[in-house]
């Protein structure tokens, strides 16, 4: 069986790809080589026999039989049918008939010369091969005919001219020797070519190319059954017709129903590679190589609709890797229906023939693209654009999972980074320079080595925030903490602490001079002019340091002592060194602060509720929950003083998330009750810029069976102020849950109305200190009017806390001011005390009080 046709199949694939590439010197010169080699070896086989005296056949025929030799060598060229081996196939036609007469009748020079010329110009005029194609084939030919003469006049040293009662069992043994020999070696010679020019994995492949060796022996039989039928003249043409047409036949019906099966293999084969594909890129390139090898397509590419342009992948060539370009929808306006839902066939033309299917994953439009089919794959047609259709549809599946894994994963980390980063420098924030130096600890206590932790802080910053804005605010934090960054770079770590607060990780020798000279240089980095806009700034700091192991040997100490030595370098030259003398932390202060570290972590602390009501109707519309603490020694310690506590060292984060579940559940029991009411709860300033609030807010409210409106989060007006770029992502965020927002103690800090426009509150609470001595004082009724009249002026709820008297009651129901609260209506009452009240005041609403 012939397999010349394989190199055709293999090197028109790439004809169009080679005709517009970078072409290679070297494994052109070693197929010229290759080729130049094989048409030697078989022209000095040629030569031996000629020199050995071989005598010209004396056959019925004549030079009819010569003539007839080299018809059949020129036509079985034209019959080929092709079996596939990914996107290369072997090529399989009927020229075993002549070889198999040749080698029966004619002489050694006489087959190997009409093999090589007779099929070269079928070659030429049928398939059209040109060039360096042509050479090899031609080379390829001459060694077949070579081989086969070699092999079988090895085994047969007799006299030529062969007639029926000359083919004994020897001689058929011969010729079937000779016929697999020279299929052998086209194979592997074939191997070799396309291993050296196209792919180097194709060595892989010669096995199965081997294993249709037994075809061979198949049309073998048939040319032998068919010379012997030739030398019956009478049955001579019907037998050679009949044997030549069923064996055709046979051929093409047998492949027709591999290429069936071998469709479904491939399918299965794509999805199996699809599954073990990692991440969208590799799967991507998957999606490509695959499409190729079942369409036998010379490139494939994923198109991508992104906005107004096409975001195109393309794999072509053996790279492997595919190139991406983006263009637009002009050039590619062919492509539109498959972007849209529908596939399309391009006939072949001057861009050339190609598929396109359409890829359905995520949110995305896309399309796959198939173009360029190999020579020896036929045309696309509808049958391929169907197949097509189906790879597409496992190829979406796929891509839309990892897309959406994909997706995932960056949701994940942005999260993850938001977590542990301030929003407004990028820099570490807090809860991560924690994590550093908690691992920077460990590592030096295990080299020996030494840290130091700085705390710098800008003075004067809220000056030129409430001079300049907060948006030259903002960019002068940027502005110190990138420098900070850039100047540290390599030999420690910056974070953003809150405010204008920045702290710095060195590791040092140990010494406390070696660390406040590296205060000295951050201050000195910090405190050159800072260009913004059109403004020259020039920022002061004033900065702290703590030394592990000299003053701590834990994170939470160490920031602690470098936060007291920075705040006494406020009082000095700008920078100090921790001393014990200058913590205000006496002992009992630090033992009430352990006792509280307790109570928290044990959920001691317990939750009073404060009334807010209507002042036109009296009816109680919500409550305030204030934190309590009984301590078993001290007895009730004042808020005043365990809240600092708590905010110093850490605490107030699990105490604001112990008294929010307290609160909520207690509203729970009140709906429960028939009480519609909303519980307001106080936080600290740090908790916006932790990013995780959102969701333990919504978590709570899902374990507790509150609606989001139910719950008003109150935020002291300078904490808004200070950060609101910080802040200004979480508030957002509550806001989307559907949690009320409120700022406590309004018209105390420097309110930027038009930045209290933008941020997303519900709620205005005006500070007690103006709202006691409304009565007596009329520049704190003025105040309270206006704050009455800018709240309601930006469509927000106004709430007046400190009503002590009945005069003041009816000033704020007259004003219009919303909802009041104060020890006029009630103190703060235990939760058992403060259900009793409500059960008693909604059955005696009456509108005034006193």
């Not at 509808?382 to 796929?398: M, T, V």
């Not at 607060?501 to 800072?530: K, Q």
Request: contains cysteine.
């Amino acid at each position: 069986m012939e397999r010349a046709q394989l190199v055709r199949g293999r090197l028109d694939r790439r004809a169009v790809a080679l005709a517009q590439r970078w072409r290679r010197p070297r494994p052109q010169l070693l197929v010229g080589l290759l080729t130049v080699g094989m048409g030697a070896v078989s022209a000095a086989v040629a030569l031996s026999f000629a020199l050995g005296g071989v005598v010209v056949p004396a056959m019925p025929g004549g030079l009819w039989w010569a003539a007839g030799l080299v018809v059949l060598f020129f036509l079985t060229e034209g019959f080929t049918v092709h079996v596939r081996v990914r996107r290369g196939a072997h090529g399989i036609n009927v020229s075993e008939f002549p070889m198999v007469f040749g080698l029966l009748c004619f002489d050694p020079v006489t087959v190997i010369l009409v093999r090589a010329l007779a099929g070269g110009a079928g070659l030429v005029a049928i398939r059209g091969h040109r060039g360096a194609k042509l050479a090899f084939n031609v080379a390829l030919l001459a060694v077949q005919a070579s081989v086969g003469v070699l092999v079988f006049h090895a085994v047969t040293p007799h006299v030529l001219g062969i007639t029926i009662d000359g083919v004994g069992l020897r001689t058929l043994f011969a010729t079937y020797l000779a016929m697999v020999a020279a299929d052998v070696v086209a194979a592997v010679l074939l191997t070799a070519v396309i291993a050296v020019h196209d792919d180097p994995g194709e060595w892989r492949r010669l096995p199965a190319a081997l294993r249709s060796t037994w075809l061979v022996v198949l049309t073998t039989t048939g040319a032998l059954i068919s010379f012997l039928a030739a030398t019956e003249p009478r049955w001579a043409p019907a037998l050679v017709g009949i044997v030549a047409v069923v064996l055709l036949l046979a051929y093409r019906a047998y492949i027709a129903l591999g290429d069936g099966n071998a469709e479904v293999e491939q399918l299965y084969g794509f999805t199996r590679a699809l599954d073990g594909a990692g991440g969208i890129d590799d799967l991507v390139a998957v999606v490509l190589d695959r499409a190729r090898d079942v369409l036998r397509a010379g490139t494939a590419e994923l198109v991508v609709a992104h906005g107004d342009e096409l975001r195109h992948t393309l794999l072509a060539g053996q790279s492997g890797q595919p190139t991406v370009r983006l263009g637009g929808p002009g050039a590619d306006a062919w492509l539109t229906p498959a972007l849209l839902g529908d596939p399309v066939l391009r006939p072949a033309g001057p861009a050339g023939a190609a598929m396109a299917v359409p890829v359905v994953f995520g949110e995305h439009r896309a399309a796959l693209v198939v173009a360029d089919s190999l020579a020896d794959a036929g045309r696309f047609d509808e049958a391929k654009l169907r197949l097509f259709g189906a790879l597409a549809n496992h190829a979406g599946a796929a891509l839309g999972r990892a897309d959406l894994v994909d997706r995932l994963r960056r949701e994940a980390a942005a999260k993850q980074h938001l977590a542990l980063h301030d929003p407004l420098s990028g820099l570490p924030n807090r809860r991560h320079f924690q994590e550093l130096l908690d691992t920077g600890l460990a590592a030096a206590r295990a080299d020996g080595s030494a840290l130091a932790v700085l705390v710098l802080d800008l003075d004067r910053f809220k000056e030129i925030n409430d001079a300049l804005g907060h948006e030259t605010g903002d960019a002068l934090l940027r502005e110190v903490g990138e420098r900070l960054r850039a100047y540290l770079d390599g030999r420690g770590r910056v974070a953003r602490l809150g405010g204008d607060e920045f702290a710095a990780l060195l590791t040092t020798d140990g010494s406390p001079s070696a660390a406040l000279a590296a205060a000295a240089e951050l201050a000195e980095v910090v405190e050159r002019p800072i260009r913004i806009g059109p403004l020259v700034l020039a920022a002061r700091a004033s900065v702290g340091v703590a030394v592990a192991p000299l003053h701590g040997d834990d994170s939470e100490t160490l920031i602690r002592h470098a936060d007291v030595a920075m705040y006494a370098a406020k009082e000095s030259n700008g920078l100090r060194l921790y001393d014990s003398e200058l913590d205000r932390n006496s002992p009992q202060r630090l033992a009430l602060i352990a006792d509280l570290r307790a109570a928290v972590e044990r959920g001691e602390l317990t939750v009073a509720y404060q009334p807010k009501v209507d002042p036109r109707t009296g009816r109680v519309v919500g409550a305030e929950a204030l934190a309590r603490w009984n301590h078993p020694e001290h007895g009730s310690v004042a808020p005043d003083v365990f809240i600092p506590l708590a905010e110093h060292s850490g605490l107030v984060w699990p105490l604001t998330l112990h008294v929010l579940a307290l609160a909520l559940r207690s509203r729970a029991e009140w709906a429960r009750a028939g009480h519609d009411l909303q519980v307001a709860v106080n936080l600290s300033p740090n908790s916006l810029l932790d990013a995780a609030l959102p969701e333990l807010v919504a978590r709570l409210l899902e374990t507790t069976g509150n609606p989001p409106r139910a719950l008003t989060l109150e935020i002291t007006e300078s904490t808004i102020l200070t950060d609101p770029a910080g802040s200004l992502s979480t508030l957002e965020r509550l806001h989307a849950l559907g949690v009320e927002i409120s700022i406590d103690d309004f018209g105390t800090g420097y309110s930027s109305l038009g930045r209290l426009r933008e941020l997303p509150l519900h709620e205005v609470k005006i500070d007690k200190s103006f709202v006691q001595r409304v009565a007596l004082d009329h520049r704190d009724r003025a105040v309270v009017r206006s704050a009455v009249q800018l709240g309601h002026a930006l469509d927000l709820r106004v709430v007046a806390e400190g009503v002590e008297d009945a005069d003041t009651y009816a000033y704020l129901a007259a004003e219009g001011c919303d909802v009041v609260q104060g020890y006029l209506l009630s103190r703060p009452l235990p939760p058992e005390d403060f259900t009793a009240w409500l059960e008693i005041h909604s059955r005696n609403v009456t509108h005034t009080f006193g």
